[in-house]
């Protein structure tokens, strides 16, 4: 089993930045990628990126290219979320997932933990 905890939400302008926190703990070494989903209000949750333990490659999903960094400390078991340029259309709540080695990395079913998510609202 694997324990995700995320962190760094909170209330932001537009144009403002956040950074996310997902920390893990249990059987990590079986955490290989690591993803960053959000959902919106009355829509379905959705890719934002992932970086694979194994060879570091990063993955974005477009409406985030650019703007947003994912990373991960190994030692602290942590995977980061910096999220700059933010726009009113990022309001979501930000969840992380844990899952082994894959290549289909915003796929949802691909990760088999779920953090309970943490929400960011963008909002002048």
């Known amino acids: 089993q694997v324990q995700l905890a995320e962190s760094g939400g909170g209330l932001v302008q537009p144009g403002g930045s956040l950074r996310l926190s997902c920390t893990a703990s249990g059987r990590t070494f079986s955490a290989d990628t690591m993803g960053w989903f959000r959902q919106a209000p009355g829509k379905e949750r959705e890719f934002a990126a992932a970086i694979r333990r194994s060879d570091g490659n990063t993955y974005y999903a477009d409406s985030v290219k650019g703007r947003f960094t994912i990373s991960r400390d190994n030692a602290k078991s942590t995977v980061y979320l910096q999220m700059n340029s933010l726009k009113p259309e990022d309001t979501a709540v930000y969840s992380c997932?844990?899952?082994?080695?894959?290549?289909?990395?915003?796929?949802?079913?691909?990760?088999?933990?779920w953090g309970q998510g943490t929400p960011v609202t963008v909002s002048s």
């Open positions: 997932a844990a899952g082994p080695k894959t290549l289909r990395v915003r796929t949802k079913s691909s990760y088999n933990y």
